[in-house]
């Protein structure tokens, strides 16, 4: 079957570093992807992933090892505006390139 | 600006009344989507289009329709709601399928069957 496992909620500190963790079981993969979502909000664009390794984007970096299934999302710099529902998304080769999309994982930041 | 519009973004209605939520994109995309978010589940897609005049199923189909009718334009039907259609809708648009094409998405519709 297909599928996509994040942890359902995390806490962190202002100021910190946090991982949130990506597994995916999926038929076929053309590209993973990260967005973030404010509670009540759309979700909006992160970082994209297609070859194993790590993408650096200013605070937030994120990791693919496509042989293990695995993506990670790491945020630095913890900011309060950080508190928010992060959700990991992989590019199927079947059903036209559609998404397959994780539950997300709210990340909750404390002063 | 850049945008995907959707409307109505709050609408509570009765069971089997049809309605219609639009959505509209400015940016000439050639593919569109539908998706309903609900607690615990993510995003399923409803329907999608690749381009005008194409449109597919996605995961959750039964009880929607959709049209395209025009680029910018995919709207989301419910001929004869039922309460386990309440949920958050969002359109999402992009211009294609592959590499780093993402999708931008509307400010969601929050529906509420009664």
């Known amino acids: 079957g297909q599928n996509i496992d994040q942890p359902t909620e995390m806490t962190a500190t202002e100021g910190a570093i946090v991982q949130i963790n990506c597994t995916y079981q999926?038929?076929?993969?053309?590209?993973l992807f990260w967005y973030q979502q404010h509670a009540g909000e759309a979700p909006t664009f992160l970082s994209y992933?297609?070859l194993d390794g790590l993408e650096e984007k200013g605070r937030f970096s994120s990791f693919l090892s496509r042989s293990k299934g695995y993506s990670y999302l790491l945020l630095k710099e913890l900011q309060m505006k950080d508190s928010a529902s992060y959700l990991c998304?992989?590019?199927?080769?079947?059903?036209?390139?559609?998404?397959?999309w994780g539950a997300g994982t709210k990340l909750i930041i404390k002063p | 600006e850049a945008q995907v519009t959707q409307n109505p973004r709050y609408l509570i209605t009765v069971t089997g009344k049809k309605l219609t939520v639009t959505c509209s994109q400015n940016?000439?995309?050639?593919?569109m989507s539908w998706y309903r978010q609900d607690p615990g589940l993510g995003l399923r897609q409803i329907y999608y289009?690749?381009?005008?005049?194409?449109?597919d199923k996605g995961d959750v189909p039964e009880g929607y329709k959709v049209s395209r009718k025009e680029k910018r334009n995919f709207p989301l039907i419910l001929e004869s709601p039922s309460p386990n259609q309440t949920s958050l809708y969002f359109c999402?648009?992009?211009?294609?399928?592959?590499?780093?094409?993402?999708?931008?998405f509307g400010p969601g519709t929050r529906l509420t069957v009664l």
């Open positions: 999402a648009s992009s211009a294609g399928t592959g590499g780093t094409d993402t999708q931008y």
């Open positions: 940016m000439n995309h050639e593919y």
């Open positions: 289009s690749m381009n005008v005049e194409v449109t």
């Open positions: 999926t038929s076929g993969f053309n590209g």
């Open positions: 992933n297609v």
């Open positions: 998304a992989v590019r199927r080769v079947d059903s036209n390139y559609q998404l397959i």
